[in-house]
């Protein structure tokens, strides 16, 4: 019976090893595989940035050249100059850091403040509320164009900073985003703090918002890149190419010269508007995730 017993233990042993071995395999297989297609990914992405600046740094003629080549021969930086001389790349880079700065900040601002009553005051009707609110997101904000255009031109803020940054200084999206954040707080937090005395704002101030920083941060990141990178807002709010954001300026790069459109020149000008979104996010990235991903979480 003992010689038995210790070959039955032996077997079990054996295979509980092998089943281990298999097991580590697949887990092995399964990380390499989505690490290459992570790999993918990332090069998908990343190529058309790489188009950009290997045409910004590329002469004309074999930007045109045919049949085309992923590297030119010679590296040149005259389509740089070809950008300020055509627009006024300084006078618009201010405009897009104001513009994406001053709605970034009242964004956070206006949108928290209402994400913060619609997740932690009870008030009747709070529900119809968020309803509204999120179903106005199914309208396309290219019919709002023309009503805000009108409404902008009759009190006179065409063409100003002002008439660029009220209009997008509150998002529903970004409401909703927030209140998913603060709904996830434990309402034991606010209760107690009415308890203590505390009025609505010092609870919001005090202990909604430091324990949504992620959430925070992961809105002023949107607003700011989706500000940046907005190109129908400014171009139809202004009337002059010193009054428009980057973004809109580039625009006016795709004009041919004798029939031949200027790809360097456009692409050099997009590299100089896409630079600073990348030291933005080089920055701030490890906290960028962190708050998507909880999103995803919550949500």
Known sequence: MSVLTASSTAVRTTSRRAGGGGLHRSTVMGRTGALALALVAAVICAFPLLIIVITAFSPQTEVLAYPPQLLPSTWTLDNFPGVFDRIPVGAQLWNTIQMSVLVTLLSLVLDSMAAYALACIDFRGRGLVLGILVATIMIP?????????????????????????????ADVAGIF?????????PRDLDNA??????????????????????????????????????????????????????????????????GIIPYGVSM????????????????????????????????
């Open 177 to 185: 985003l927030l209140r998913q954040f603060f709904v996830s707080i």
């Open 193 to 258: 703090a009415r308890i203590d005395g505390a009025s609505e704002f010092r609870i919001y101030w005090n202990i909604v918002l430091p324990n949504a920083t992620a959430g925070l941060l992961t809105l002023g990141m949107f607003n700011f890149i989706g500000n940046w990178n907005d190109m129908i807002w400014p171009m139809t709010m202004t009337n002059s190419a010193d009054d428009r954001t980057l973004t809109a300026g580039l625009a006016l790069l795709n004009g041919t010269e004798q």
């Open 141 to 169: 904000f290219q019919s709002l164009l023309i009503p805000l255009y009108k409404m902008l031109s009759e009190i006179g803020w065409i063409g100003t900073m002002v008439g660029l940054v009220i209009p997008r200084a």
């Open 268 to 299: 050099a000008g997009a590299l100089i508007s896409v630079v600073p979104l990348i030291v933005v996010f080089a920055i701030v990235q490890k906290r960028f995730i962190e708050g998507v991903a909880s999103v995803g979480i919550k949500g």
